[in-house]
Every structure is written in C-alpha cells, then in structure tokens.
C-alpha cells in the first residue's frame, strides 16, 4: 500500500507575541467548507501500487483512492496530473463530494473547480435520499450538474437485480442546482406503480427542505356545493424574509376564486396577509371576497419612557353575510360569524403599561339564527399601575376609558363613552403549609349616553367596594400504590367574598357575560366577566382538593376536586332584568376529578351537580389514549341539561395492529414494501337531535417513498345544511404532492394528530453524514 501527499505546504510557526492565534473548542464541525480551505488543502493518494513524477503527475492501480478536502475518489485505476488538477479513474468508480455519491464505469474530472464527466453514473444524495441512474452526467461546477437520460426516486433501493421502485421519474435531462436545491427535469414523465401517471415537458423539485419558487402540486377535490375543485398554486420565494402564494381555484359550480398570501418577516415587524377574490360567483350572482391581515410590530417612539410601543393588527372582512357558510375550507379567521377588524399600540414603563386599542366587527347575520352585534370600540384606552411589592402589599389601579358605538336599531340602548376604574389592595401570605390573602377592591366608574334612559338620565356613575379573603391549607403524606411510591396531598381552601347590593338595572349592558361556572370561576369575586354589571355577593366557597404525585419525580398522577359555594344572601344583580337571580343558600357541586395512571392514559372529567333536584346539570368527561408515536385515541362526552348532549371521538391508529403487525411507520426509512395503512377520522354526534354534527373519515398508507391519503369530511353549516368534501392525495416523498392536502382538515379535527412525514426527516444533508 502506498500513500502519498500532493501539494501540503509547510506552514511557518507563529510568531510567539501577544496576537498569537489563540485555539477555541468546538463541539461541532463546520457544516461547510470555504473556497479558500478547498483551494489549499493538499491532495492525498493511494493504491496498491503507484508510479510517477513528483509534483506531475500520479497513476494509481488497485484499491486507488483521491482525497482532497470532502472530495473522495476510488477506482480500480487513478490518473491525476498535478498541473491540470485532472484526475481520470476508470474501473468501479466511486465518487462523493460532501456527500453527495456518483458511481460508474469511469469519469474524468479536475478536482478543484468540479468540472468533468462520468458515464453511466449512480448517483445519491443524502439530503433527502434522492437516487437514480443516467447514461452521462456533466459537471458545470461544484454546484450544478445536468444528467442525461436520467431516473429520479427517493425510494430505497432493495437487492436484486429485478428491483423497481413503486415510483420514478424519467426524463431526457435533469439540471441539479445544490446552491438553489432544486432539480429541473426536461422531457420528463412520473411513473407509478409502473404506470406512466403525469407526463410533464418541464418539472421542478425540491433537493431539500429549503425553500424554493416555482410551481406546487396540483390540488383535486370534490364538494357537494361547489363541485369539483382545482387548484394550481404558485409559490414566489421573494427573500429568505419574504414570500408568497398564488392559489387560483375553479370550482365548477362557481367559478374561479383567486388566493394570494404574502409572509413577511423583519426585525422589528412581521406579518401574514390572506386574500381571495371570486368575481361573479355563479351560484350567488355576485362578487365574493376575504380579507385576513396579521401584523405586529416594535416601534420606536424616541421616548425613553415609551421605548419601544408594541403595535399589532388583526383585519378580517368579507364579501357577504353567506361566506362563512359557502367557503368553509377557507381560513378560520374568515369562516367564523363574528368577524374582528381590531388594532392596538402597547407599552410599559416600569410598573405602568397602557394600551390604546380600536375594534370594528363585520357580523355576518342568517335569518333563521340572528346575532345582536357586539359594540365596536372607538377607541377603548387603559392604563395599569402596578408596583412591585416592596411592603408586604400588593396593590394596582387600572383604568378603562371606552366609546361604545354600534347599530341601536339592534341592540336596542343608546351608545355610550365608559370611564372604569379598579383599585386593588391585598397582602399575601403564603407559607409551604399554606396561604391567607385578605383583599380589597372598589370599582367605579361613570357613562355618558348619546340617547336618553328609561329614567330619562343621559349619564350615570357607579362606585361599589368588594371585600375578600382567601385561605388554604396543604397537608401531606407518603403512600403507595402496589410498587408506585407516592405522595398524595390534602388542600382544603375556603374562599369569602363580600360586595354589597347596588342598583345596576338601568345600566345597558357593553361588554358583559356571566363566568362559566367551573373550578376557576367559582374562587372569583365577580360572578361576570366585564366591567358593566358587578355582582353583589355575600358568600363563601369551600373546596377540597387532594393530590397524588410520583415520589421521585413529583410528576401529577391524579388530581380530585370538590368545590360549593354557600350564599348567605340573594345575588339580586343579573345581566337580564327579567333572569332569576341567584338564591341564598347552597350552589350546584363542582366535582372534577384528572387521572393521569401514565404517560399514554389520561382522563378529565367535571360534573356540575345540583342537590336541591339530585341530577348533574352538565358533565364533561374526556379519555386520551396515546401508546406510541402515530397512535391516538379521544373520547369526549358533553352533557347540558335542557341544551345538549353530545359524543365527541377522533382517532389515528395503524390499521396493521388488527393482525399483529405493531411496527413503527416506514417513514425515517423510506422502505418500500408492504406498507402501513393508518385508519384517521373524527365522529362528532348530538343524542339531543340524534344525527351526526360533524364528521371526518380516512385511511392514510405510508408506504415509506410514497403516501396515499384519502378523507371524507362533513361540516354542518345550519341547522338543515351540511357541506361535503372529499380528499385525495398522493406524496411522492422528497419529491412532490399530487391531490389536494386534507392534513388542515386532519390537525384541526383530531386531538394531537401526528403527521406521517414531519419537515425535515429526509435526511440530515451533512457532509459527515455519507463520508467515506
């Protein structure tokens, strides 16, 4: 075995003075290599034998092997000339250039600027563990390489001769860009499963993760209202900050919808905006549009004090009052009846903050479920003082001033300018055995109406203090559970609020709800949530709560509650004037229990139980069964009395554990062989009404290369209509996307739903990842 350097240069020791280089520790290698550290790295050659001519040139027979820098070379013989940096190799050559590996009957080549050919090539690329054969490949650069007569598939070759891959791609050339990643084929078709499936004069793909303009896989889908659907986009790569999409859509019962979005991303600003516009829609003889802009910003003011103001908008419009209803694909922004157009200015200084903030909403009305439309907020100000506690007291004043403006022909009460103000004042005590935090708040606040009351008033004010102390107590001890040591605790907590009656029912209601009753809810002072209507209290909450965590780790295994309150007095304040108030007396039971036995078992569960009827006015239960990666299972039951009743379920599980096939999913791999069906769905029913809500169906295969997925969805949109769609698509993996993607549908619908092939699990790219 001979080995020899070509062209290593001795390098001088430094100088020994104060700029000496100094050595840092690395834990990594750089990803890349720089022209400069190419340029100069030194040649290494070796072989059984070897003969030549110092600094000429080099022939190498048996075992040959080139070395320079992330360029290896083997072949059965090597000739290099020093001077033209060429190296010639003939006899099962092998050659990978960081990573990247061609193999073949023979190729020349000149080493430092990668300029050459090779017959009959194999070529791999470990980015996304793309491979195929072509008749000539031609080195233009390091970076580009057109191959002739090419093939083209990312699955993983088998042994035997007879192999094929279930899909490939053929083409008269293939251009390789490694600085864009991007592969253009010419005179290309897609073969699948042996069947020509999408003949294309041009197409271009991805090499790797990384971003890149062109056009995306055509999208296909069917809907019951707007009949076949397809989508041809286009994504714009405008700057590594910056880009956008293009999704023109015809709908055969419609017409043409045009999508466009643009992300933008700065320093200190970024931003989504989402448009469509449908002129004449053929189905509703009209124009149709959406409008969603997302934006936030950091501004800088040149005030010390107000440095920097956070600014954020939040725009939503539409066409009509039926968009919701008929594009219900589009995005949630857009498809909800209460559309928001708000925007904001934020800052902080210290202990003080305050925002500025404007809100107009777009509701969108049906005759047969109508919505009185919330005020908008032209402007709505506030302040907060909150200093930190330097004295044992916790205190803090908010302000609130807001002009209330909506239509009064539906609300039916005059707009109005609010002033509101909270001052807050407590002292907490908190020890490891427990705490005790007495409290008190006083709210005031004044209106000035733009029509007259009832009582004929064009203003009112209003000032009413609150009183409340809140205690508990945690106990604990050690126990086990079969093997499981444990430490389960016992915290009982008692909560009395105090707020005397004052007469609010002349006072419209602006923005005003009663808290849900639940166990956050029921240790507040205020039985709503708004600043419009404070409820008079006079009560005490008492709960129990006990606790079992694992000893070593002090993870959560269960968690059981019970909480009532115990009203010493009627709560005569109500958002409704014609509402019963609250009696004196005992509350509904709060009972809820959380049981996590594991890391793959977990059940919640609430019942609001009344005792003075022994029934439960409502209950939700929920189970979560995840064993293992694409494995989950939910289980929801909702229950209202007098309202509704509902089954909520979603699943993901491979279809192969029904035979006992418990194997991971083929997608790291990229194998091909039998594959995995995977079984996806979501089945929402009402036993109220006894028919399906909602419902989504499907079955994806991942066959490793490749992935089917068909998905059947129902979405109600009244109570006598329903939307349908079906879904199908093909991903050819590292590659492209042929129907249309129904994954949205899939994550929104099903609780931790895991997708069969998450960004970047192609390859690592690494020019350590495939070196020998």
């Known amino acids: 075995m001979w080995v020899t350097a070509v062209g290593a240069q001795s390098t001088p020791a430094p100088a020994q003075n104060d700029d000496t280089l100094q050595l840092r520790s690395s834990r990594a290698l750089a990803p890349e290599l720089t022209p400069e550290q190419r340029k100069n790295a030194p040649v290494f050659l070796q072989g059984d034998s070897m003969t030549g001519r110092t600094d000429l040139d080099a022939v190498v027979e048996g075992n040959a092997e080139l070395r320079k820098s992330d360029t290896v070379l083997r072949a059965d013989r090597l000739e290099y000339d020093q001077a033209s940096d060429v190296a010639k190799a003939i006899g099962n050559v092998r050659l990978n250039r960081g990573g990247n590996v061609y193999e073949g009957p023979r190729m020349e080549l000149k080493i430092d600027t990668f300029e050459g050919f090779f017959e009959q090539p194999r070529y791999q690329f470990p980015q996304n563990e793309g491979h195929g054969e072509a008749s000539r490949a031609e080195f233009i650069d390091a970076a580009h390489t057109v191959v002739y007569n090419a093939t083209y598939t990312t699955c993983r070759r088998l042994p035997g001769p007879s192999w094929m891959p279930d899909w490939i791609l053929r083409a008269a050339t293939i251009r390789l860009d490694n600085d864009e990643d991007v592969g253009v084929a010419e005179g290309a078709y897609l073969s699948f499963k042996g069947v020509p499936l999408l003949p294309v004069p041009a197409i271009s793909f991805p090499l790797s993760e990384k971003r890149k303009s062109g056009l995306l896989p055509v999208s296909l889908g069917i809907d019951n209202v707007n009949g076949s659907e397809i989508t041809a986009p286009y994504y714009w790569n405008i700057a590594p900050n910056r880009d956008a999409t293009f999704s023109p859509m015809l709908m055969t019962n419609r017409g043409v919808d045009v999508g466009a979005q643009f992300r933008y991303l700065e320093p200190r600003y970024q931003g989504d905006v989402l448009l469509h516009y449908m002129p004449s829609d053929a189905l509703r003889s009209a124009d149709r549009w959406s409008l969603g802009w997302a934006h936030s910003a950091s501004v800088s003011t040149g005030i010390g004090a107000l440095e920097p103001v956070g600014v954020s908008l939040n725009i939503n419009r539409v066409s009509d009052n039926d968009y919701w209803r008929d594009f219900t694909r589009s995005s949630s922004s857009v498809t909800q009846r209460l559309l928001p157009a708000d925007a904001q200015a934020r800052w902080s200084s210290g202990d003080a903050s305050g925002t500025v903030h404007v809100l107009r909403w777009q509701t969108l009305q049906d005759v047969t479920a109508p919505i009185v439309p919330p005020y908008d907020r ?77 009582d004929g008033s064009r203003s009112a004010t209003r000032v009413i203090p609150t009183v409340s102390l809140d205690s508990g107590l945690v106990f604990e001890r050690e126990t086990r559970w079969g093997a499981q040591d444990m430490v389960q605790t016992l915290e009982p907590r ?69 909480a009532q309150r115990l009203r010493f007095d009627d709560q005569r304040v109500t958002i409704d004037p014609n509402a019963a108030p609250s009696l004196a007396g005992i509350s509904d039971v709060l009972l809820g229990a959380t049981v996590n036995p594991s890391a793959q078992w977990a059940v919640d569960s609430t019942v609001q139980y009344n005792p003075k009827t022994d029934q439960s006015e409502r209950a939700t239960v929920g189970l979560r069964y995840q064993p293992g990666p694409y494995r989950i299972l939910n289980l929801a039951y909702r229950y209202q009395r007098e309202s509704s009743e509902q089954l909520d379920t979603s699943w993901q599980w491979p279809i192969n554990d029904l035979w006992g096939d ?18 996806v769905g979501r089945l929402n029913y009402s036993i109220t009404e006894q028919r399906m809500v909602d419902s989504v169906l499907g079955v994806e295969y991942d066959a490793g290369c490749w992935l089917g997925r068909v998905v059947i969805s129902r979405t109600q949109t009244s109570s006598v209509t329903a939307t ?49």
């Open 494 to 562: 008692a909560f009395y609020v105090y707020t005397p009656y004052r007469d609010q029912s002349h006072l419209p209601n602006y923005d005003t709800a009663v808290n849900d009753f639940n166990f956050a809810s029921i240790y507040t002072e205020n039985a709503f949530a708004g600043h419009d209507k404070i409820a008079d209290n006079h009560l005490v909450t008492l709960g129990l709560t006990t606790r079992f965590l694992d000893a070593p780790t002090g993870a959560q295994l269960a968690r059981f509650g019970v």
């Open 662 to 679: 418990r194997g991971q999913n083929l997608g790291a791999g990229r194998g091909q062989g039998e594959g995995r069906y995977y079984a």
């Open 724 to 772: 349908q769609r079906i879904m199908f698509q093909l991903e050819f993996v590292g590659f492209t996307r042929l129907g249309i993607d129904p994954r949205s549908t899939l994550t929104q619908s099903i609780a931790r739903y895991q997708n069969l092939r998450d960004p970047g699990s192609a390859g690592s790219g690494s020019r350590f990842s495939n070196y020998d």
């Open 378 to 454: 032209l402007p709505q100000l506030t302040l907060r003082y909150a200093p930190q506690n330097r004295t044992g007291l916790d205190w803090s004043v908010d302000a609130d001033f807001t002009q209330f403006e909506s239509d009064r022909a539906r609300t039916l009460q005059p707009n109005a300018q609010r002033s509101f103000a909270l001052l807050q004042v407590s002292r907490p005590g908190w020890r490891p055995q427990g705490f005790f935090t007495p409290k008190l708040q006083l709210h005031a606040s004044t209106y000035q109406f733009d029509a007259l009351l009832a």
